[in-house]
């Protein structure tokens, strides 16, 4: 959609934050483009032009602003069904999907030609795939230049760039300025990867370590007081990489500081990115209190916890069913102690990683019902690594929401209630309901799951923050089960 001017312009004047991530201004007299929250003194307003991300500004032209640095702004979800096949390409771009393959990928991980690929991510950014991609690597870049002192080969390397040379020319181009001039010119950089990532206020800090530390699988995370802390193991074409992150609140920002272990540097992206959608960094409060009203009130900035990882959260949703959260927890630590892998890490008690659907996939269910685990949960757990290891099936953000909950209903020992939990954390559906849930139930006085799916329509579509705040609003703490 055309961003209107006139009221863009004024929320430029106010530096309002809740428009902070959803529109960039291009300034004509400069040819830089900035946050609407940037604060240098507001241009005029016939030499300003809005645009709706990143790439759009930079594809006419426009440099990023060096003081408000456009690269830390939030991200933005969408619940737009006709743009979802853009936007789960740009969810897979920033996670790094084009820095190892093509354009013709991508295309066939979405199931659509590239042509239609290249067709409607034109129509909903303006860019093409790669000039959209390009933005994204050239923005880490800047702020790996910025931030940390990563020789300049690898900082083209973490950011996505085959090479120093194609890195340092595009580098130039766009912004009239060698990585290495920038650096200088920086405030000056830390030996550690860390890095900030803003969010939309209000934000529920206190809420979301609370749900998170009350579900962390011991060995894989932890939490430190107000700190957060994980292992974690991705994959990229030329094997896995292991290590760990920290994530804390920035106490005079609107910002969550993340401190990435240095053997994770070539999978920045995607770090990032899952950090990005652990903590709900792309929510807009105001959009979803305006929706909730009465039932968002008592806890404004209450967010939807997502997972760092789709089939780990997958797992414990399992593992989770017709038991208490501690019970859960316990069966997550067997399991992770059978079958994950040994990591080191500075932090005591984080010591392995989570195994991948690929190592489960060819385990036996007797051999997870061993540890205590339910046999039909076994099996399940089974049948859900192998379709995530065989393509049937894919997990995250950048899915097909309908087919994809439809499709874990058809696996043995999942159904609805496990589907629409694993859709609100790991698919980061924001219209999610497990209607069958215990504690939505008794915080709606019904015992029908198809009554409370009939009341909850006044919440759509951020169904999932209802889910939440229900679970917060004076019912018991929730059973995680399937009715």
Same mark, same amino acid.
């Given at each position: ?152 080969? $690898? ?35 830390? =030996?550690?990867?860390?890095? $900030? ?9 206190? %809420? ?11 060995? &894989? $995370? ?29 106490? =005079? ?47 404004? %900035? ?34 992770? $102690? ?27 269910? =007797?051999?997870?019902?061993?540890? %205590? ?25 950048? &899915? =097909? ?13 999942? %159904? ?19 209607a069958a849930d215990m504690g939505v139930l008794k915080a709606l006085g019904t015992r029908s799951a198809r009554e409370a799916q009939q009341r909850s329509h006044i919440w759509q ?23």
């Amino acid at each position: 959609m055309p961003l209107e001017h006139a009221p863009c312009y004024q929320a430029l004047l106010a530096r309002d934050t809740r428009f902070d991530g959803r529109f960039f201004v291009g300034v004509t007299s400069t040819g830089i483009y900035c946050r609407p929250v940037c604060t240098v003194k507001a241009p005029k307003a016939q030499h300003c032009r809005f645009f709706d991300n990143a790439a759009s500004a930079e594809a006419q032209g426009f440099r990023p602003c060096l003081r408000c640095r456009p690269e830390l702004a939030p991200g933005y979800a969408s619940v737009d069904a006709a743009a979802r096949c853009a936007r789960a390409a740009a969810l897979r771009i920033q996670d790094g999907s084009l820095n190892e393959a093509g354009v013709d990928a991508l295309a066939a991980q979405l199931g659509v030609t590239d042509r239609h690929l290249r067709r409607v991510f034109r129509a909903e950014f303006g860019v093409s795939p790669v000039q959209y991609a390009q933005t994204q690597r050239l923005l880490l870049a800047k702020q790996l230049l910025t931030d940390t002192t990563l020789p300049l080969t $690898e900082v083209a390397l973490a950011s996505g760039f085959g090479s120093l040379r194609r890195f340092n020319a595009l580098f130039k181009a766009r912004y009239r300025l060698s990585p290495g001039a920038l650096r200088k010119a920086g405030p000056g950089a830390s =030996d550690e990867l860390r890095f $900030e990532l803003a969010y939309r206020p209000p934000l529920d800090w206190a %809420g979301l370590l609370a749900f998170l530390g009350g579900r962390a699988i011991p060995g &894989v $995370e932890q939490l430190d007081g107000d700190i957060y802390r994980r292992t974690a193991h991705i994959q990229r074409e030329s094997g896995w990489l292991s290590g760990w992150i920290e994530v804390k609140a920035v106490a =005079d920002r609107h910002a969550l500081a993340v401190t990435v272990a240095p053997a994770l540097a070539p999978v920045l992206p995607a770090v990032l990115n899952r950090v990005k959608l652990l903590f709900d960094l792309a929510c807009r409060p105001d959009d979803i209190a305006a929706v909730l009203g009465p039932l968002a009130a008592p806890r404004p %900035g209450l967010r939807v916890p997502g997972c760092f990882d789709s089939f780990e959260m997958s797992v414990r949703a399992i593992l989770g069913q017709q038991v208490s959260v501690r019970a859960a927890s316990t069966l997550a630590a067997r399991f992770v $102690e059978r079958f994950g892998t040994t990591v080191a890490t500075p932090f005591a008690g984080l010591t392995r990683t989570f195994p991948t659907p690929a190592q489960i996939a060819a385990t036996a269910p =007797d051999a997870i019902a061993a540890l %205590g685990i339910v046999g039909n949960r076994a099996r399940a757990i089974v049948a859900l690594a192998q379709a995530l290891a065989d393509g049937n099936l894919q997990l995250g953000p950048a &899915v =097909d929401i309908e087919s994809t909950i439809e499709q874990l209903c058809e696996l043995p020992g999942i %159904g609805p209630w496990t589907a629409h939990y694993i859709a609100m954390r790991a698919l980061a559906w924001p219209d999610a309901f497990p209607a069958a849930d215990m504690g939505v139930l008794k915080a709606l006085g019904t015992r029908s799951a198809r009554e409370a799916q009939q009341r909850s329509h006044i919440w759509q579509p951020w169904r999932a923050y209802a889910v939440m705040h229900l679970w917060h609003g004076g019912a018991a703490a929730p059973v995680e089960n399937i009715a």
